[in-house]
């Protein structure tokens, strides 16, 4: 009977397995991580549930979508299903959600906030006004913009650009809390998407530009209350580091290095902020966000390495403890912020599967590192890079060029990549079934001539006159897929202008990006072959997002609003005559405006 | 009232090796041209007095030989006093010291910014108008401008060196005596050129040290409610547009930095002395 | 002994000499080191509507610039707007964060009272107001600085040299 037993027993473990999936009936579940499943094995991707509850997709920040019902062969077929006008026409770069059958978006300036029905082809369910305070509009340094919002168990939260984290009620649209976390006549404004984990709403400041002191602050998910606060300089108290933070390189070890490796005080004013994209691993209870620019972008007024800014950090989201931290580029001359995504994935590195995160930084480097410990597996380049020759194995120390540095009494020519890097915030995209990596980026190189910035809170706190220009090749952007374990690129496509919309990929094999003059497109993944476009009415600068709809047919979500900085000529009306207007982006994109007006459009697609 | 009674400006009190090399040149030239202003009176005079002789002339050789004799000395004196300029200025861009003090010095129109660089950038002193350099040890200056070009002049360490926008020009000094020297700006900058002087302590080493670690202080907190109010009335008017106290949110650079500006002697760029009144008014 | 000096050779020597001097007589610009604040009408400033009620329009009387035309003073309101951080938000006329400074017609009126105001009181969508921290002889500085950048000021008194990595001169503007 023994036998019997053993028989009986495997049942009954196989049978729990099947039902403790976790998952419910598709609605307005709260997801436990990713979209609502429980693997731990980061190789694979999450159970697909057809939502789409964070910008991210998931926890790991894949961007990957298991739904199969857009084929590279039915794909040529996408129609327009439907539209909305947001009513703005600032850059819009946030992300359509869809939680159950009602869609979320959040606009640029004035940070509306609508829930659509897609029972109803779109129609308005309610819209949620902020109130957002005009003067914002004066100490946002690159358009207006937002980055999305975020679901989480019944309410979405989300940031307005005066400072104000809100939490409003997903129903209803009520507003929730609402609590002012940044200061706006200190230069602070809020663009990021907020991330939640578990009962915190992870918020970080922007205000690079402005001689801001940046941090990531978590707010309780049901109160609002500030829970912790972790600045990116000044003492460890300050950052939040304790006697479990070990950084994996000596360089990142010390006493107070926030404070130590700035000339006095200039911390407290140094910048390194964090609007950029938050990534969380659940089994190592790790969140993972790199910081923004040192300020002021003249480096010449702050000697040292100017730590934790361009720093990758691993914290706890309960606490906010720095566990570990890895400076990317000491003393950052160039304006590269670190706040670009981090792709937790498990790849096959050496033979070994390593828990890492892959990190396409505005250096032009892909990071691979292990998430756990902080080590540089790889740091290739991926676009054509002349500010530094590689990271030193050892020491974790970013190599860089030195004749490539500006600084006081000198123009330096021939930057590349140019500030916004060789890819800036627009995320990419990981696909489990080709192993690639979706990377939406620039070619862009600059000139800089250092001025002195003198502080005035509130005010511009740069130092420096750029003006950027198309990089080798002549196209100002490129929209590429890389090979992470090989640490190479596989196809890419050039564009015109830079590509500065989000993407996603599908478990088919579709990949859809925009670009900048109002072209969406889906690409074969494997091959990059273009499959399907079609012209929208203005560039698109956002993450465009896939999701069930309650018909049961599967749709693609995308805003078009050409803005940002990148799109600042045209969305802000800047007179391109002067090169150095927008940061030096006017000189780039100074032929925008002959390709796209100003937009604001929510469009919803499916093959009919 | 001049802040310049009572300090040092001079180029003819060498207080250093520096300006004991130049001073030693400017006695070369000094009494070589005296001597040569002696010999050519003499002659002048000589020949002023010699009686018209009834002959027709010096003969053309003795003419041709007088000339070129005095051609040929004069050719040599100002090859020697060459060579001697030639050596002076090797003597001044040669470096044989160890552990200098490195200051950023950037003219501005129309004040002196010091920045003291030490390998801790936590350690960096930013000061205005007034020096201190450790009496016997190095000093590397390096000059700049923000805006035109000026020129620092300490004649009691150094010769004029210009601060020259966009442009670094580097030497070095040293005091080797305890002092209070005076320079001014030597290069036409502007409505206030004339009133852009700067003090320089030559401090012995263990009151140079007290001055760095006091510099390095934020700025002092204070319990007296006329302090607070004037606190107060800094951080809140325009004054935080410009100037920097460390240890408070003023941050400006576009002025002088002014945390612990009670510890200088002087303010307005050397002109007047740092009194109350003369800060008031 | 002939005299060299005789009549018809003075005559022109003297001609010559006043001529010279007139020359030299001549002033540059008058070079204001500190201007006294203007006299502000307490009745009406500038306006920044062209329209007005009742069909009519009252004549303007809104204060005059001090600074207008005056080479110094713009070359002032130059080291200003950089010093100010104004070009932080404008860059050198193309705008950025803040609307641009080279096109006509500005938002809220680009003559030289309204553009006062404007720095002075800030204005809703992000103009801060710089009242009470900067001295009003520098606002006026500045206004003409601005006024230069759209083409506005005559060209002889705009700075010509291009001190920045881009900057147009008002005769590439034109």
Not at chain 1, 483 to 503: C, H, M
Not at chain 2, 84 to 102: C, D, E, K, Q, W
Not at chain 3, 22 to 49: I, M, N
Request: charged share 15%; with cysteine.
């Amino acid at each position: 009977m023994r036998v019997g037993f053993g028989r009986a027993l495997l049942g009954l473990i196989v049978a729990c397995l099947f039902g403790c999936t976790g998952r419910g009936p598709a609605g307005m579940e709260t997801p436990q991580r990713g979209s609502g499943g429980s693997a731990t094995n980061l190789a694979a991707p999450q159970p697909e549930d057809g939502q789409w509850v964070m910008p991210s997709k998931d926890y790991e920040s894949t961007r990957f979508s298991g739904l199969d019902q857009i084929t590279p062969q039915n794909v040529k077929n996408l129609k327009i299903d439907w539209t909305f006008s947001t009513g703005f026409t600032h850059g819009e770069e946030a992300a359509p959600l869809v939680v159950g059958s009602t869609m979320y978006i959040s606009t640029p300036y004035p940070n509306y906030l609508y829930a659509l029905d897609l029972n109803n082809n779109g129609a308005m369910k309610w819209v949620y006004k902020p109130g957002t305070s005009p003067a914002a509009q004066g100490e946002a340094c690159c358009d207006v913009v937002n980055r999305g919002c975020a679901y989480s168990n019944g309410k979405i939260y989300y940031n307005a650009l005066d400072g104000n984290t809100i939490a409003v009620d997903a129903e209803t649209g009520h507003q929730v809390w609402k609590t002012l976390v940044a200061d706006l006549n200190q230069g602070q404004t809020l663009t990021m998407a907020p991330l939640v984990v578990k009962d915190r709403v992870l918020v970080g400041n922007s205000g690079g530009e402005m001689g801001v002191r940046g941090w990531v602050t978590a707010l309780d998910t049901n109160t609002g209350k500030i829970a912790w606060r972790a600045y990116h300089a000044g003492p460890d108290s300050d950052v939040l580091i304790g006697p479990n933070f070990k950084p994996f390189y000596a360089k990142d070890r010390g006493k107070d290095l926030g404070v130590t490796t700035w000339p006095p005080d200039a911390w407290k004013i140094g910048g390194a902020g964090m609007w950029g994209w938050i990534s969380y691993d659940p089994d190592l209870d790790l969140i993972y966000y790199g910081t923004a620019n040192p300020g002021p972008w003249n480096p010449d007024q702050r000697p040292g390495d100017n730590k934790w800014s361009c720093t990758l950090f691993a914290r706890r989201p309960e606490t906010g403890e720095a566990i570990w931290a890895y400076q990317i580029g000491q003393h950052d001359p160039w304006d590269y912020d670190g706040v670009n995504e981090n792709i937790l994935v498990d790849l096959p590195i050496h033979g070994q599967t390593r828990k890492v995160l892959l990190h396409p930084d505005r250096d032009g480097r892909m990071y691979v590192m292990d998430r756990a410990t902080g080590e540089v597996l790889s740091a290739e380049t991926f676009g054509y890079v002349n500010t530094s020759t590689g990271v030193d194995p050892k020491t974790g120390e970013l190599q860089v060029v030195h004749e490539k540095i500006p600084g006081f009494g000198k123009t330096i020519r021939d930057i590349c990549p140019a500030s916004p890097g060789a890819k800036d915030w627009q995320p990419s995209a990981f696909s489990f079934k080709t192993g690639l990596l979706y990377i939406p980026h620039n070619n862009l190189c600059q000139e800089v001539q250092g001025t002195q910035a003198n502080h005035i809170a509130g005010t511009p706190y740069v130092g420096a006159l750029v003006r950027m220009y198309a990089g080798p090749g002549g196209n100002r952007g490129v929209f590429s897929a890389w090979d992470p374990v090989a640490a190479k690129e596989v196809w890419s496509i050039k564009e015109r202008f830079p590509v500065w919309s989000g993407t996603f990929a599908t478990t088919t094999g579709v990949v859809f990006y925009g670009t900048m003059e109002g072209w969406f497109k889906a690409v074969d993944a494997k091959s990059g072959n273009l499959l399907w476009q079609m012209k929208l009415g203005s560039g698109i600068v956002s993450q465009p997002t896939t999701f069930k709809g309650p018909d049961g047919k599967q749709h693609i979500a995308v805003l078009d609003g050409v803005g940002g900085w990148a799109g600042a000529v045209v969305s802000g009306s800047i007179d391109a005559r002067d090169g150095t207007a927008a940061l030096g982006f006017a000189n780039a994109m100074s032929d925008l405006g002959k390709y796209t007006t100003r937009g604001g459009t929510l469009y919803v697609f499916s093959v009919p | 009232m001049r802040a310049a009674d009572g300090f040092a400006q001079s180029a003819l009190q060498p207080a250093g090796p520096q300006s004991l090399h130049i001073y030693g040149l400017w006695h070369l030239l000094l009494w070589v041209a005296i001597a040569v202003w002696v010999i050519v009176t003499c002659f002048l005079v000589a020949a002023f007095l010699r009686k018209r002789s009834s002959e027709p002339g010096t003969s053309e050789t003795t003419l041709f030989r007088t000339v070129a004799t005095a051609v040929a000395i004069t050719v040599v004196t100002l090859f020697g006093l060459l060579v001697a300029s030639v050596m002076t200025g090797n003597a001044l861009a040669s470096r044989s010291f160890s552990n200098p003090i490195s200051i950023e010095v950037t003219g501005h129109q129309w004040w002196w910014e010091f920045d003291y660089d030490y390998s801790q950038p936590g350690e960096e002193i930013i000061t205005a108008n007034e020096m201190h350099i450790p009496v016997g040890r190095a000093v590397i200056i390096k000059t700049t401008s923000q805006d035109v070009i000026h020129s620092f002049w300490v004649p009691n360490l150094y010769g004029k060196i210009d601060a020259i926008p966009d442009h670094v020009n580097t030497i070095w000094l040293r005091a080797d005596k305890p002092g209070v020297f005076r320079g001014q700006c030597a290069e036409f900058c502007g409505f206030q050129h004339a009133n852009m002087a700067m003090l320089v302590y030559a401090d012995p080493p263990d009151v140079f040290a007290r001055w760095e670690q006091q510099q390095r202080a934020n700025a002092a907190e204070s319990t007296d409610p006329v302090v607070l109010r004037g606190r107060e009335v800094f951080l809140n008017e325009p004054c935080v547009l410009c100037h920097t106290i460390r240890g408070t949110s003023a941050s400006g650079v576009a002025g002088p930095d002014l945390t612990h500006l009670a510890s200088r002697s002087t303010i307005a760029a050397g002109i007047l002395p740092n009194t109350l009144g003369n800060l008031a008014g | 002994m002939s005299s060299p000096f005789r009549s018809k050779n003075r005559i022109g020597g003297a001609a010559l000499v006043a001529t010279l001097l007139a020359l030299v007589a001549c002033r540059r610009e008058a070079r204001p080191l500190r201007d006294e604040p203007p006299e502000r009408s307490l009745d009406v400033t500038a306006r920044e509507s062209p329209i007005e009620p009742g069909g009519s329009k009252l004549p303007d009387v809104s204060m005059k610039s001090p600074a207008e035309g005056n080479a110094a003073s713009i070359a002032e309101g130059q080291r200003l707007f950089n010093w100010y951080n104004c070009s932080g938000c404008h860059s050198q006329g193309g705008g950025g964060m803040g609307p641009p400074l080279m096109d006509v017609p500005f938002t809220y009126g680009n003559e030289p009272a309204n553009i006062y105001q404007t720095i002075l009181e800030g204005r809703p969508n992000g103009m801060p107001s710089w009242g009470g921290r900067i001295p009003e002889y520098q606002v006026w500085e500045l206004v003409a600085y601005v006024r230069s950048l759209s083409g506005n000021e005559p060209s002889a008194a705009t700075p010509g040299r291009s001190d920045t990595l881009n900057k147009l001169t008002t005769v590439q503007l034109k």
